[in-house]
């Protein structure tokens, strides 16, 4: 139990897909305009990260290396990302046409989104058991949930501050997304198997 608090937390903070790994930085700063786009797009990531780290496992360890195809796991890795991509987008479309439309192109893109096809490749590079691919999943799903979460808090608020025209939009958004990942770079210092007890 420790071990996956280790995981999790780690996924989270110091192995931030966003911040720390730099993966994922087109929906990023894409939908993080607005908090609700950004919770939309966070969910919606953790839905297709979680299931596809389990179902990416799978198919490693009951598909690929079996038939020793292991030459095949990117786009294996791909076409199951894709499907569950298509799941969610269907899902989203029924359930609100508005989050759909506020996601645009970027509802899409989870599928070519390196951070999604990143956790995948990394439970099978970190030989992780079904459990702690499933724990690795969320983590980085969550990571990159509270990420595009603060991004959105801070851009909404930006918007209300007295900026330099030269600064506004895109520059702005990149100082503001450095500064982030300098901040979360304090959680570098953590050592959190020793405060888990490992």
Not at 29 to 40: H, L, P, Q
Not at 56 to 77: M, R
Not at 176 to 198: C, E, H, N, R, V
């Amino acid at each position: 139990m420790r071990e996956l608090l280790v995981i999790f937390f780690a996924g989270v903070l110091l192995n931030n897909f966003i911040l720390s790994r730099f993966l994922g930085i087109c929906p990023f700063i894409g939908v993080s305009k607005r908090i609700e786009t950004a919770a939309g797009m966070g969910m919606a990531v953790i839905f297709v990260m979680a299931v596809a780290s389990v179902i990416t496992w799978a198919v490693q360890y009951y598909i690929l290396v079996p038939l020793d195809l292991g030459y095949l796991q990117t786009i294996a890795f791909i076409l199951v990302i894709a499907a569950l991509v298509q799941l969610v987008e269907m899902v989203i479309l029924k359930v609100s046409p508005t989050l759909y439309q506020a996601l645009g192109i970027y509802l899409p893109l989870i599928t070519t989104n390196c951070a999604v096809l990143g956790v995948a490749i990394i439970n099978i590079r970190e030989n992780y058991d079904i459990i702690q691919t499933a724990v690795n999943g969320i983590a980085g799903a969550a990571g990159f949930t509270l990420a595009i979460i603060l991004f959105a808090g801070i851009r909404e608020r930006l918007d209300f501050a007295p900026i330099p025209e030269a600064l506004k939009g895109f520059p702005l958004a990149l100082i503001t997304a450095g500064l982030m990942s300098i901040a979360f770079l304090g959680f570098t210092g953590f050592k959190l198997a020793a405060l888990f007890g490992l």
